[in-house]
């Protein structure tokens, strides 16, 4: 019987993810033990108790838990004979000093299929990684009628005004400012880059090549603009369709900031993560902003599928291969989103088409996309330890 740990994050969305991964190896047969890194020395107890040397592993989000020490101040992980799992649901550039950590056994899985080819690039041979995508979460409430929800469009999340690109680049020298502002103008044009190709033809355009050492370490210099990309991409979406008289509900914070027809942005207070599945059940479509994965998946897509409701959502490679739009989502371009609105318009005026949609999107995601269903494929990743 497979032993696993699995530990809380902090963060409400992803303490959900472990929750959801721990109901999913019960009913595998694994024994489980959460631990919460809140009560360090509470957790350690129990990890020493649970443990079977070479029979268990543990499995962390955004390495919540990794660098666990013992008393005399090593990896409680390479003493108990423990093999790591680090979901990692952001860019790899954020987690140089986890993947340095010498824990002897650690596998990265990865939500975009270019992040784990940054890994592989990058740190070769120190750690395993494999593309893991995020998976969705169907809501417990009553089910509610496709033709009586009370939302046509739902976007949940925080609008993050950050476009200051002076305090980003403060403290760069003026060879790497210069490289920093025209990589970022790429991006903003050309949004099917990762920020590694963007830096990577700005270097080539200027003739210069720099040793893979070098060029990982030039990139997490530029880490700050991954979030400004992602900022700027969400504003250019909500934006879009509140000037063409779209309306969306949305569930954050800073909304009230963004330069647009505000009279077609419904305005609803923040909420906690797991609030915001039932929301998806009372939308007919749920808008998703990929936050720059370029290969990967957000779990707001198959959130809205497993709650039959319309993903609506710009693509990536990963997403092209796998979806079809007007088939089981509605895909759009960040680099065409004039198109936008009129697309969105024409599938709400076609209610029973926008409802075969959501009916579809439900068939595909109900089985293989859901946190159970990774807890299975994650066990398997496990056997071929």
């Known amino acids: 019987m497979e032993r696993i740990i699995i530990f809380e994050s902090e963060t409400d969305s992803l303490r959900t993810f472990a929750h959801l991964m721990a109901e999913g190896f019960h009913e595998r047969g694994c024994q489980v033990l959460l631990a919460d890194m809140g009560q360090e020395e509470k957790a350690r107890k129990e990890i020493y108790a649970f443990v079977k040397p ?28 423990v093999d790591c799992y680090d979901f990692i649901v952001d860019h790899p550039m954020y987690y140089h000093a986890a993947i340095m950590f010498p824990v002897q056994r650690l596998t990265f899985l990865c939500v975009d299929e270019y992040h784990q080819k940054f890994i592989q690039r ?15 979460i169907r809501s417990q409430e009553p089910e509610i009628k496709f033709d009586k929800r009370s939302m046509d469009i739902l976007f949940t999340g925080a609008y993050l005004v950050d476009d200051n690109v002076e305090y980003h680049i403060q403290g760069l020298g003026e060879g790497l400012r210069q490289i920093w502002l025209e990589c970022y103008d790429l991006l903003c044009s050309r949004t099917s880059l990762t920020l590694e190709q963007g830096m990577e033809l700005c270097l080539k355009k200027k003739g210069l090549v720099l040793p893979e050492e070098d060029l990982r370490d030039s990139i997490r210099l530029f880490q700050d603009m991954d979030g400004m ?54 939308a007919k479509i749920v808008l998703n902003v990929m936050p720059w994965f370029k290969s990967g998946v957000h779990d707001r897509v198959y959130s809205a599928m497993l709650n ?12 092209d291969r796998t979806l079809t739009d007007g088939k089981e989502a509605l895909l759009f371009s960040l680099e065409h989103l004039e198109e936008l609105p009129a ?27 859901t946190w159970q269903y990774r807890a299975e494929q994650l066990m398997e990743l496990m056997e071929q330890k």
């Open 343 to 369: 697309k969105v318009k024409k599938y709400l005026d076609n209610p029973q088409e926008l409802q075969r949609i959501a009916s579809r999107g439900y068939e595909y995601a109900k089985d293989t996309q």
């Open 122 to 136: 990058f740190y070769q041979g120190r750690v395993r990684s494999f593309f893991f995508p995020l998976a969705g």
């Open 229 to 282: 990309l992602r900022s700027r991409a969400r504003a250019q979406v909500i934006r879009t369709l509140a000037d063409q008289d779209v309306k969306v509900h949305i569930y954050g914070e800073g909304w009230q900031y963004l330069d647009c027809k505000q009279e077609n942005l419904i305005l609803h207070d923040r909420i906690p993560f797991d609030e915001t599945i039932p929301l998806m059940a009372d």
């Open 54 to 81: 070479g029979e268990t592993s543990a499995l962390f989000f955004n390495h919540a838990g990794l660098n666990l020490l013992t008393e005399n101040r090593a990896s409680i992980w390479n003493e108990l004979d």
């Open 308 to 319: 039959q409701s319309v993903s609506l959502t710009d693509s990536s490679e990963f997403l």
